[in-house]
């Protein structure tokens, strides 16, 4: 497998102007004829055309109408040369054949219960024609798609629709122009038996856009949230951004067999059905609030991706970092800001540092690929490049963050782009010195800040000294500092914020005065390796809140004593930093308990700790879901990424131990909160309604944790009696929490109840695959023969495959039993989808962490896979940086 690395990027020596795609969809074949004006870069030129094609028949190639005889052309596994193409602008024809019917990669155009869909992102479009298949081409693309009209009733793609008709033979054939000029991996076809729900948003200056959800007719009555989560989007978007809808059609399509979540296509955008279908009955929260998220992140891209777009993949941050920014924000401005930060935050922590911290470490634009897919995983760029993004904002507030957006848009729409532009739309558009801000973009790893305080009660100062240091990462030893903007407050004895004059820093005193408003919270740039701010007229001790908002990408270490983090927990006006204090103070509290397992001690848990949960427990003040995400306990994997040698068997002992401890503990406060906040019989898709829902499921789990048999009639009363799939799930969580018939017999009736819906069931299989009950890879193993599974699903191997390889106990089994389960299901996988194979793989690559017999069994397991033949280049690029 090759390498492609960013410092060898050229631009094309060919443009294309427009394409022409015309498909006839047949069941043993489809015929894919392109027509494309193609134009050279430097007038004269006489260099090769070399277009892209993977998996492709070739038929016929004609230029300017002459059929290419062999010879005239060269033909690879990976290629399509034209050595010596005419000077000038030309016509290139080629026509191809392929079969979606057999494609089970999911890349390219496939089939998905019996209907025709695409997925071009990131290199999918040279799976179906020959194509120079880089984001920097772009063109205006028609689309003539024909097909069997009893079949594929429907036949959409990108732009409008300007011809359609009936042929004969049962046929008939629709015919599409875009006229916004896009990159290939923006190109989407569907085609089978859907039917939509249909709805209309007029933009701000009056264009009226139609706008429709296709789904299989019987589930058009679960896309309402979709409808509205995007009608909200649209919104949101001209109000925060001043963006408007460009075209007069918005189509979604929603499809059961998806690698991803979803694609941004240019206006037919194509979704993960988990990602649109939704009643209360059959879809959690999570589900609502995951639904909200995504369509609005695809609907954003059509500006941040769609209209201005990438150069090449390294810059991929450059619209999915802004994008995952955006789909941040309005999320945020739909229901409570400090909790979706705290989310964010989350998993961050629990998926970002962690890669950040091994093999498969790369900065947010990465310097080399070998295949581009492996950079997508939610867990890699993606969160980090939103950080990036907030960053700016976090310097320059929200207006000048806005007049960056504004420039950037004047300055590029229509254009293929790189993160430098991005950053010099916000520097230009507000005279900003970002000193070397750039580095986030080039510097792989999470920087550790060390933060230590003192107070001088003569001078009336309080200084804060910062280090900063950024672990070396493979290929980058050794690092430069960081420009890392720290959000800082000081609260008072009283617990108040106090009002900051100004700050003494590089031998100069700065005002951080405005306007004659109290400033409460400023934001401290740190570049150095050392570096010391003073606050002034400081007339008591303050207790500092650091990083409010987690205002940069960073490890934090302060030197705040447990009583300070206590008084932050219960005072800090930063809501997102009292939830961090809970969060360091239960880090610390994990962290020595684990060490007391290890040394066989017996396990005690602090009375102070339980009394901070149980006042943030019961204060009626606070927001419900702010409550239970502040008494969660960091998870496991946090844990594990904070220690030497990560011991799976300590962390998860120590968490089970905290939480029954908490459970019995605090049982009549959890009790009368599981009483006291139980849903209304309507399921209404609110903040208050959501937060009250979440606090009382995550006090029903807490129970759960209990053996006791009047906990278990609850779960089951609370399992009977829900009216929507939040409570009745969490009610089977907490059942199953401990082996036995009553788990069994509840799981039996889930499923009978939900078996004919595949999301469901998905969510029935994870439940199991997450089990810590011992040896539960042999339940994985049967569940994998049942009916509902199926390997080509790649929702059904997320849920059961991934849900099993998330839970540390199971899956890092000292036997060994999981990595060899894992190992031999990758291999399965790598045959029918690799991308699929290679997301799956990943669970292996911090192997090193660990103990030195589970790095034999893991070793071992990546050593057969690396060995097997014909490994796909996805599989091999994980398995080998994770082996290297
Ligand atoms: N841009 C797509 C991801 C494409 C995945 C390619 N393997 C969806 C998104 O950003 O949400
Ligand atoms: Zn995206």
Redesign the pocket.
């Known amino acids: 497998p090759k390498e492609i690395f960013l410092k060898d990027y050229k631009s094309p020596d060919y443009y294309f102007d427009t394409v022409d795609l015309r498909f006839s969809l047949g069941e043993e074949k489809t015929i894919v004829a392109s027509k494309i004006t193609v134009f050279p870069r430097v007038e004269g030129s006489s260099a090769p055309l070399v277009l892209d094609g993977v998996d492709l028949k070739l038929i016929s190639i004609k230029v300017d109408g002459k059929e290419l005889k062999e010879g005239d052309y060269h033909l690879d596994s990976r290629h399509l040369t034209l050595p010596s193409p005419p000077e000038g602008k030309f016509t290139l024809e080629i026509d191809t054949e392929i079969q979606p019917q057999n494609n089970t990669s999911l890349?390219g155009l496939y089939k998905s219960s019996g209907n025709f869909c695409t997925?071009c992102?990131?290199e999918?479009f040279r799976k179906i024609t020959f194509y120079q298949d880089r984001p920097d081409i772009m063109a205006k693309y028609t689309c003539r798609i024909e097909a069997d009209k009893l079949l594929y009733p429907v036949l959409l793609s990108n732009g409008n629709l300007i011809e359609q008709g009936t042929l004969e033979g049962g046929k008939h054939y629709a015919v599409w122009e875009d006229p916004f000029k896009k990159p290939c991996?923006l190109f989407a076809l569907v085609a089978g038996q859907l039917e939509s729900r249909d709805d209309t948003f007029v933009t701000r200056s009056g264009r009226k856009v139609a706008l429709r959800i296709w789904t299989p007719a019987q589930d058009v009555p679960k896309t309402a949230h979709a409808m509205y989560s995007l009608k909200a989007a649209m919104k949101w978007d001209e109000d925060v951004f001043g963006l408007e809808y460009d075209l007069d059609l918005f189509n979604v399509v929603a499809v059961p067999d998806f690698?991803?979540?979803?694609?941004?296509n240019k206006s037919l955008n194509i979704f993960n059905s988990k990602l649109v279908l939704a009643s209360p009955e059959t879809a959690s929260d999570a589900d609502y609030a995951a639904i909200l998220g995504?369509i609005g992140?695809?609907y954003f891209?059509n500006w941040t991706?769609n209209r201005v777009t990438c150069r090449d993949w390294f810059q991929l941050s450059l619209?999915?970092g802004l994008?995952?920014f955006r789909d941040q924000e309005f999320s945020s401005d739909m229901g409570s800001r400090t909790v979706k930060r705290i989310a964010d935050v989350s998993k961050l922590r629990n998926y970002q540092f962690p890669q950040d911290a091994g093999p498969m470490a790369h900065p947010v634009r990465p310097h080399s690929y070998i295949k581009?897919?492996n950079f997508?995983t939610g867990k890699f760029l993606?969160y980090m490049g939103a950080e990036v993004v907030r960053m700016y904002k976090t310097l320059l507030g929200t207006q000048g963050f806005r007049k960056g957006m504004d420039l950037y848009f004047k300055r590029h729409d229509g254009q293929a782009v790189t993160c430098e532009d991005f950053f010099a739309a916000m520097k230009d558009a507000n005279g900003a010195d970002f000193a070397n801000f750039l580095l986030w973009y080039s510097q792989a790893g999470t920087p550790v800040v060390k933060v230590t305080s003192s107070y001088n009660a003569e001078a009336h100062t309080f200084s804060l000294k910062f280090s900063q240091e950024v672990p070396p990462t493979p290929g980058q030893p050794v690092k430069e500092s960081m420009f890392i903007p720290v959000a800082v407050g000081l609260l008072d004895s009283s617990g108040k914020d106090m009002t900051l004059s100004s700050v003494y820093h590089n031998g100069t005193l700065q005002s951080v005065a405005s306007n004659n408003q109290p400033v409460l919270s400023t934001v401290l740039r740190v570049t150095k390796k050392e570096e010391e701010f003073v606050f002034c007229d400081i007339f008591e001790r303050p207790i500092p809140s650091l990083l409010r908002g987690y205002s940069a990408p960073v490890r934090l270490e302060s030197d705040l004593s447990d009583s300070d983090l206590f008084f932050l927990l219960a005072h800090d006006s930063d809501e997102f930093n009292r939830w961090e204090s809970g969060q360091v103070l239960a880090r610390k509290l994990m962290l020595s308990l684990v060490a007391d397992f290890q040394q066989s001690k017996p396990l005690t848990l602090n009375p102070k700790f339980v009394q901070g949960l149980k006042s943030i427990l019961c204060d009626p003040s606070l927001d419900k879901e702010f409550i239970a995400k502040a008494i969660t306990l960091p998870g496991e994997g946090e844990i594990m990424d904070m220690m030497e040698v990560a011991d799976p068997d300590a962390v998860h002992a120590v968490r089970t131990f905290i939480r029954k401890e908490l459970a019995s503990q605090l049982k009549s406060e959890f009790l009368s909160t599981v009483e006291n906040n139980r849903s209304s019989e309507e399921y209404v898709f609110d903040h208050p309604n959501m937060a009250g829902r979440a606090l009382k499921n995550t006090a029903l789990a807490y129970l759960g944790s209990l053996e006791d048999s009047e906990i278990t009639e609850l779960a089951l009363h609370e399992y009977k009696t829900a009216t929507n799939m939040t409570d009745q799930f969490a009610a089977l969580s907490a059942i199953s929490q401990k082996p036995g018939k009553t788990r069994d017999d509840v799981l039996a009736d889930f499923y009978t109840k939900w078996q004919h819906n595949y999301l469901v069931v998905n969510k029935w299989f994870a439940l199991q695959a997450m089990s810590n009950i011992p040896g539960n890879v042999e339940n994985v193993r049967k569940l994998l023969n049942h009916p509902a599974f199926d390997l080509r699903n790649p929702n059904k191997v997320y849920s059961l495959i991934g849900g099993f390889c998330g839970s540390p106990v199971n899956f890092h089994a000292k036997d060994g039993s999981g990595y060899k389960f894992l190992g031999e299901i990758v291999l399965q996988l790598d045959k029918l989808n690799p991308?699929v194979a290679s997301r799956m793989v990943s669970a292996f690559s911090r192997w090193r962490r660990f103990d030195e017999s589970r790095q034999t069994l893991a070793k071992q397991q990546l050593e057969t896979i690396m060995s097997a033949n014909g490994l796909s280049e996805n599989v091999f690029e994980i398995a080998s940086k994770s082996l290297a």
């Open positions: 890349e997925q992102e990131a999918g991996y690698n991803m979540g979803a694609m941004e995504v992140h695809e891209h991706g619209k999915e994008t995952v581009m897919d997508y993606l991308q």
